[in-house]
């Protein structure tokens, strides 16, 4: 069942791969240690994508296949941006464009005790890290970092959100910074949390601005870096007049 | 139940009070003005009376369909038109396979109102026998990507649609009369619906107690605007429908400036459905003439190419294209009886030649053989006397390769004769030269 690998395996990396693409062949890579990501599947001797995406590889070896969704499958230490859809005693049941609603324990806040149980109406937007993702059980999230300290998570307030790909939010999040935000930063001052759920939330003084930095990173997404800044460039001059 | 709520659509706090507040100084959240459309985009199918329209991120695809039924007893001549929307799960999380749903219910309502209650199709054309046969046109609306504002989106896409459409010419016949004969679209010209005007729907949105106006409401502004209005108005400015469904009143002067707003919008609107359509039109028709010629060269007929090279100038003349098309229909009626009779004529002109053959096995044959034996020389006089007139037809036919073809075909069967004559006679003279000779 294991085709042949006709191409050698390193000529794959950055080229667009299809579910069922044997990426790698163990057997004449032995005594070599891969880390594979999200995306790549193990079968005996072969390494198969079954995602649609870039293929990529990170040194010294990691591999994962790079794509963009709608959906969203959540992974531990991710920051996504939540919406709270209920509240129960122990839990904020919240959406974070997963398969299933995750769950926010009532006491995942920096000193939280049961006596200092915050207050969230529905529909109010969160800036999560994801916890847990057990199968067969919801997502738990929390709105600290790894050492208990509220470091930015939680709500937040105005603004506005929009829902993006999963592929627009990992580039909005990469470094060197995404020479979108890079642009439009130079010119105008603004904030933004960026959750890898395909959530981007911007904040301004002036709602003008905001919606001109959603609509800029919306129409990033297909866009090559040079394209990106010719695009914020005419965008600015434009509003300068 | 828990997938299904993780399925949803949610609105988060944030974005409606932004929404609000942005329009407040009349800024909207995708950049637009408070009147100003998104993008339109019409795309056709590659059969007759299929669309998809593209309004911004909305994607609504259109189907038109036509089937022969018996009319309704109250309208012996008249025939049907009906809506039927599908909205896929695709398109929106919150919209379920299987019964439609409320808003699915509302779409086809108010498009069959802007349609049929406003007579922008004629039924009475699609009338074959009254009282008995009357075609009946489907419209099937398919949500293939919900961007907001559903209604103008699928009110577009079914007009281009039913512009597009094209049904089967028929004719009523047989012996009692009340036969009737569909035509294939290779006999006769399939033909288009016959459209009044085109009534065209525009949505507006009210924000803040209906003190703020929005037309063409994003996926986001339907979701934080407390009611909707939707106008149907045409280019000459009628009113065909109007739709105001949600609690929120309305006052009369804002109405009435929806229906300003509306009716400048709409020849705007019906240009750019017009001509979209009259492009698809020239495409369709451009493609058609590419067809035929291949047809014309193999069927060989010079009249017939006349009157496609005819056919096409009048597509490209679009406003007389019907005129032209049934001109056409008559043309091309008279070229197929004449062609029919050549091609007689050509059957026996070349029974002529075969005749002379002499392996052929006609009946024929013989009896010539027979003639032949008993009177060599006049006979053969007669054949080219046949050959010649044979060439004439064929040169009237206008066929000159095949008149080439037949004529050498004559050439050799004839030289081939003339050969056995001369080796009989020249086999016989000897002999009697011999004998004298003895």
């Known amino acids: ?241 | 139940m828990e997938g299904r709520l993780a399925n949803m659509w949610r609105l988060t706090v944030n974005e409606s009070k932004f929404v609000e507040t942005a329009l407040q100084s009349e800024l909207r959240v995708d950049g637009r003005g408070l009147y100003d459309y998104r993008k339109l985009t019409i795309k056709f199918g590659k059969e007759y009376g299929s669309s998809e329209v593209q309004l911004g991120q909305t994607h609504v695809m259109g189907f038109v369909t036509a089937q022969m039924v018996q009319p309704y007893k109250d309208r012996p001549n008249e025939g049907s038109l009906s809506i039927f929307t599908e909205f896929s799960p695709m398109a929106d999380p919150s919209f379920e396979p299987g019964r439609p749903g409320e808003s699915a219910v509302e779409l086809g309502r108010i498009i069959d109102r802007g349609l049929r209650e406003s007579r922008a199709v004629d039924t009475e054309s699609l009338c074959i026998l009254a009282g008995k046969m009357v075609w009946s046109v489907r419209i099937d609306l398919h949500i293939l990507d919900n961007g907001g504002n559903l209604v103008d989106a699928a009110n577009i896409a079914a007009l281009a649609a039913l512009m597009t459409f094209r049904r089967p010419d028929c004719t009523v016949g047989g012996e009692n009369g009340q036969e009737v004969i569909i035509h294939p679209p290779e006999e006769r010209e399939p033909l288009p619906l016959i459209i009044h005007h085109l009534p065209i729907a525009f949505t507006f949105g009210f924000f803040n107690k209906g003190n703020i106006v929005v037309m063409d409401p994003t996926y986001v502004e339907e979701a934080v605007m407390c009611g909707r209005m939707t106008v149907t108005v045409n280019a000459n400015g009628d009113i065909c429908a109007i739709q105001k469904p949600g609690e929120e009143g309305v006052n009369q002067s804002v109405i009435l400036h929806c229906l300003r707003l509306a009716s400048s919008r709409a020849a705007a609107t019906t240009k750019i459905i017009r001509e979209e359509v009259e492009a698809y039109n020239r495409e369709r028709s451009l493609q058609k003439v590419k067809r035929h010629p291949t047809l014309a060269k193999s069927e060989v007929s010079g009249p017939t190419v006349a009157v496609k090279e005819e056919y096409r100038k009048s597509s490209d003349q679009e406003k007389a294209a019907e005129i032209s098309r049934e001109h056409v229909e008559r043309l091309k009626l008279s070229p197929e009886e004449l062609r029919s009779s050549k091609e007689q004529e050509a059957t026996n002109f070349k029974g002529g030649p075969s005749n002379w053959d002499p392996y052929s096995e006609a009946m024929d044959v013989d009896s010539l053989k027979v003639s032949l034996a008993s009177e060599g020389d006049s006979i053969t006089k007669s054949s080219s006397k046949k050959k010649t007139n044979g060439s004439g037809n064929a040169q009237k036919d206008g066929g000159e390769i095949s008149v080439e073809e037949v004529t050498g075909d004559l050439g050799k069967k004839d030289t081939k004769h003339k050969d056995g004559e001369m080796t009989l006679k020249d086999a016989v003279k000897p002999k009697k030269k011999r004998k004298n000779k003895t």
């Not at chain 1, 880390?35 to 790549?40: A, P, R, V």
């Open chain 1, 1 to 241: 069942m294991a085709a042949k690998v006709s191409v050698s395996p390193t000529s794959l990396i950055d080229q667009i791969v299809v579910p069922g693409d044997v990426v790698l062949d163990l057997s004449n890579m032995t005594n070599q240690t891969i880390k594979l990501g999200s995306g790549l599947h193990q079968d005996n001797d072969v390494i198969s994508a079954m995602r649609a995406g870039k293929l990529s590889f990170c040194k010294p070896n990691k591999y994962w296949v790079e794509s963009s969704h709608k959906r969203y499958i959540p992974r531990p230490e991710d920051h996504v941006l939540g919406i709270v859809v209920d509240s129960k005693t122990d839990n904020f049941w919240v959406d974070i464009k997963g398969p299933q609603l995750a769950l926010l324990p009532v006491l995942a806040f920096e000193g939280g005790t049961q006596r200092n149980i915050p207050k969230f109406e529905v529909g109010t937007l969160l800036y999560l890290r994801v916890v847990k993702t057990n199968t067969g059980m919801n997502p738990e999230l929390s709105c600290t970092d790894a050492s208990g300290k509220a470091a930015l998570f939680g709500p937040l307030r105005d603004g506005f959100m929009l829902e993006t790909s999963t592929g627009l939010s990992r580039m909005l999040l990469s470094s060197p910074t995404c020479p979108v935000i890079e642009a439009l930063g130079k010119k105008l001052s603004f904030e933004i949390a960026v959750g890898l759920n395909g959530r981007v939330w911007v904040n301004s003084a002036a709602p003008r601005t905001v919606i001109i930095v959603a609509n800029a990173m919306m129409n990033s997404e297909s866009l090559s870096v040079t394209q990106q800044r010719i695009m914020v460039e005419k965008l600015l001059a434009k509003i300068s007049d």
